[in-house]
């Protein structure tokens, strides 16, 4: 499985995420991506807002979404397949 994060420089609640991800010792692969910097991939996956975190299976389908902060109690509930 892999955790796509879409995220922004300028946000402060996509700041706040990546420190609970770097601090959370996931079992999932995590992948950055700076929609000011790949527009495509947050047109492909329909971003409205960051942060979004998208949890996909091998295959790359769509397992779960959320937009928005969590702490690491949310974090680790939601990669939970």
């Known amino acids: 499985m892999k955790l796509l994060k879409l995220s922004a420089e300028w946000c402060q609640p996509c700041k706040a ?43 790359g389908d769509v397992l779960k979404r959320h937009t928005g902060a969590m702490n690491k109690a949310q974090l680790l509930e939601f990669i939970k397949a």
């Open 17 to 59: 995420l990546t420190k609970t991800i770097s601090e959370s010792n996931l079992p999932v692969t995590v992948e950055e991506v700076d929609i000011d910097e790949h527009p495509d991939v947050a047109a492909k996956h329909m971003v409205r807002g960051v942060p979004t975190l998208i949890l996909l299976n091998d295959a």
